[in-house]
């Protein structure tokens, strides 16, 4: 008789005792260095009397995951992912607000302590990663905005640093591939989640939310052929970008292609598209691509979408093979509810950083099997 599969339940409780506390007792130490020690009347002396490296998620500031932040950019080559905001929306062409979305994400994300039991991975402890704050972006000004956006991606992603970027609006792809396919030898795929192709040549104007992949794929190095978007379908997907994405010969698996396909071979064959002739895949994750009823905070919301158990799973499918860097895009505070959409956004960052690390596609700090 054949031995029972692990279940995912028996492999955490397994996975737990091989995880170290090093960074945790680490961050609890400094707390009470730069902190000072706790009123005489606090029984749990890991607690300090200032908030610092170590406080709960409604105290202290918020950098992602409450992750250290960098002060000093220049010293981003000294760690393997660095979280980089994105707070631009001038190229929204509706519902605006996703200028706020690093701030909510990193907010929603601070209820995390890293440690996920169903996947066997402590962020905090395995990865080596900072927070480098927002670029700093200029409101009314999409070309000098988007330039900001490229330098700081180049700075961060030539040092040889994952980039891991929180927008702002869907306009940002445009500028962050540009300086991913400045420093990267080979084609660039793209796998981009979202209920929208985002591939007119003009949305309104010619850089807008709904214009990135057209640009982007006019960049040697970055071929449409290996752009793959996922998801999309509804009633707003702007018929010029279907028509554009025909002539570039892209590929489009839609929401109800997934449910006939299953993930799982939704997540292969968009693997096989975007790796083909590629040597490094990109990923765009528009939190529109879930149903607004669980993603009800973006700009442009379509009923129909993922679920996010699908959507989840979906990425951290996708990320199995190694990513050159991700986007999470569309966040808009204002027109969220209870926190719902920047803790999803928060949770698809999570996913795939630990899916990166289980795959050995980035360095943990501990062994992982």
Known sequence: MAPERETEGERGLRAERQIPDDVWRARIEESLRHGLEAAESVGNREISMFARRFAPAYSGFDTFMGFPFLEDVRQVGDHTAAVIGAPYDTGTTSRPGARYGPRGIRQASRISDGYSFDMGVDLAEALDIVDVGDVFTLPGNIEKSFDQITAAVDHVFSAGTFPVILGGDHSIGFPVLRALAANTEGNIGIIHLDRHADMNERDYDDLTHGTPWFHATNIPNVPAKNLVQVGL????????????????????????????????????????VAWDGAGAVYLSFDIDSIDPFAAPGTGTPEPGGFTPREALKLLRLVAREGLCGMEVVEVSPPYDVAETTALLASRAVMNVLAELLLHGRLPSRYPIN
């Open 233 to 272: 379908g509804g009633w707003m997907g702007l018929r010029e970008s279907i028509g554009n994405a025909r002539e570039r010969e892209t590929t489009i698996l839609t929401v109800d292609d997934v449910d006939t396909m299953g993930v799982e071979k939704a997540a292969e064959r968009a693997l096989e």
